[in-house]
């Protein structure tokens, strides 16, 4: 995830969720199970969906835009769902300068699935999928949060919230202007780092991905 703080608004990018790739353990309300997002999937979703709303930690009282307003974009790759978003929001900004924001979620309904059983555990195909929303998260959040069934509008609506399947470390790189720049050194000394995500959320493994996400970028 790549944070880029400017004066009045924040540029982020990053991955939403992988495709093709086994998530770990979830949570539903009849118990665990493994997803996978299957290839194609994401490229679906937003073919039928041009409006996807931004929002921040799933709080449509703060939604931060959309691909039809023109400051997020979309798009499946190799990797996965891919997101570029600028924000305008004071808030937001601020937090990304504290550096508060820790990742990716999105919010979908089932539209495809294919349910087996591998190794006496429930395994979920998801071939195809309404994106109802994308959010960033803070801190009050956790981008590995359990996948959990959160949300069933009626017996046949369920809405699932996900986190990302992979956790890149952030990089946050704030512009400056001219004559703000010595007052942000001052503020600022020289050799400080600002939080990683390592740091934000510390009960998670994060060296198994690193190769993982060389792998598929070499794809």
């Known amino acids: 995830m790549e944070i880029r703080v400017k004066q009045d608004s924040v540029e982020i990018e990053g991955y939403v969720n992988a495709i093709e790739r086994n998530s ?9 199970f493994i997803e996978r997002i299957c290839k194609g ?5 937003l073919n039928r969906n041009d409006d996807v709303h931004i929002l921040l930690n799933h709080d449509w009282n703060r939604d931060l835009g959309s691909t039809k307003k023109g400051n997020l974009e979309l798009e ?68 590995a949060y359990d996948g959990t069934l959160i949300m069933a509008r009626d017996d046949s609506e369920e809405l699932h919230f996900r ?15 001219e004559e703000h720049k010595e007052e942000v050194a001052q503020e600022e000394p020289k050799g ?18 690193e190769n993982m996400i060389k792998e598929m970028k070499e794809e």
């Open 76 to 143: 499946e790759d190799n990797i996965g769902l891919k997101a570029r978003a600028t924000i305008t929001d004071p808030d937001v900004i601020q937090k990304a300068r504290n550096g508060e924001l820790v990742g990716w979620s999105f919010g979908f309904q089932d539209r495809e699935v294919e349910n087996t059983i591998e190794r006496g555990m429930p395994y979920r195909a998801v071939k195809d999928l309404d994106l109802a929303e994308v959010s960033i998260l803070d801190r009050s959040k956790t981008p």
């Open 24 to 32: 770990k353990p979830l949570m539903s309300r009849v118990g665990q």
């Open 41 to 45: 999937a994401f490229k679906k979703a």
């Open 163 to 177: 986190g990302e399947d992979f956790i890149d470390e952030i990089s946050i790189r704030e512009d400056v202007q």
């Open 192 to 209: 400080e780092e600002k939080p990683k995500q390592q740091e934000i959320v510390d009960d998670i493994d994060y060296s198994k991905y």
